[in-house]
């Protein structure tokens, strides 16, 4: 396959976001505030879009966090948090990301922010391409994409959002 072909065009990117963030509110809706984790560089500008839309939409109160960890190494560098962790301490939490596809990242991410006890931990993903490799689930989907494992999808977030599978 060459060239790149559009599966997400900017307004179906913008009403999956609107879906998505009525989705944490109707799971959400008992809670007094959530926080978002994003993993950077993708899922942290995912993260405040989602939090901007629930702070304006909803009377949630709505914290966004970033998480930055080596996606390709993970275990070779320290994840960082642009919080202290036991700030998150037995507080609803969504992990959020752009693209799942072997569930590494995820995994890891998962794995750094339950070393302190949280009340509820929630994933999220905007393009789930369905090749686990760890034993990881999505609780809430953007869009479900089969793809073969040559297949890239790349998600681009600016003036005009889109997603490509290439």
Do not use: W
């Not at 799942?100 to 391409?129: C, E, N, Y």
């Amino acid at each position: 396959m060459s060239g790149k072909t559009i599966v997400l065009d900017h307004d179906r990117l913008q009403r999956k976001l609107i879906r998505l963030a009525h989705q944490l509110h109707e799971e959400n809706f008992d809670e007094k505030g959530i926080v978002l984790v994003g993993v950077a560089p993708r899922g942290a500008t995912l993260a405040k879009r989602l939090a901007d839309r629930l702070t304006k939409e909803t009377d949630l109160r709505v914290e966004c966090v970033e998480l930055t960890l080596d996606k390709d190494a993970p275990l070779e560098k320290p994840v960082e948090l642009s919080v202290d962790p036991n700030s998150l301490r037995d507080r609803v939490v969504v992990l959020v990301d752009d693209v799942l596809m072997s569930g590494r990242t995820l995994m890891h991410a998962a794995g750094f922010l339950i070393q302190v006890p949280l009340k509820k931990l929630t994933t999220l993903v905007l393009v789930d391409r369905r090749h686990r490799t760890y034993p990881i689930r999505v609780d809430i989907v953007g869009l479900t994409l089969s793809t073969t494992m040559q297949e890239h999808i790349s998600v681009e977030l600016g003036k005009k959002d889109t997603v490509y599978l290439s």
